[in-house]
């Protein structure tokens, strides 16, 4: 089993920054890759980003490209969102996930939902115009 905590979510303003920290404990995150998605009212979950956690490797969806910094820390099993310049259009709950398997963090695969085994609970995010 895995556990995943999010944090840091809030009220922003449109152009503030903020980072969300996902605290993972349970299984080994040798062979894994981890994922922030964000669902908006009335829309289906959408990808963020993802990471492969042995090398630090990332990937973006163009929608947050060059805004948004995923990162990680080994010694405490974190990963972090720096969301920077933040939009209202950012507004959602944004969850963290792990993936299990031989796929990479950039990989398409990771792209979708479904492909991950343990969500958090999510933290709410809202930009105000």
């Known amino acids: 089993q895995v556990q995943l905590v999010e944090s840091g979510g809030g009220l922003v303003q449109a152009g503030d920054s903020l980072r969300l920290s996902c605290v993972a404990s349970g299984r080994t995150f040798s062979n894994v890759a981890m994922g922030w998605f964000r669902q908006a009212p009335g829309k289906e979950r959408e990808f963020v980003g993802g990471?492969?956690?042995?090398?630090?490797?990332?990937y973006y969806a163009d929608s947050v490209k060059g805004r948004f910094t995923i990162s990680k820390d080994n010694a405490k099993n974190t990963l972090y969102l720096q969301m920077d310049s933040l939009k209202p259009e950012d507004t959602a709950v944004y969850y963290c996930?792990?993936?299990?398997?031989?796929?990479?963090?950039?990989?398409?695969?990771?792209?979708?939902?479904?492909?991950?085994?343990?969500w958090g609970q999510g933290t709410q995010v809202t930009v105000s115009s």
């Open positions: 990471i492969t956690w042995i090398d630090g490797s990332t």
């Open positions: 996930a792990a993936y299990y398997g031989p796929r990479s963090g950039t990989s398409p695969y990771t792209r979708r939902a479904n492909a991950y085994d343990y």
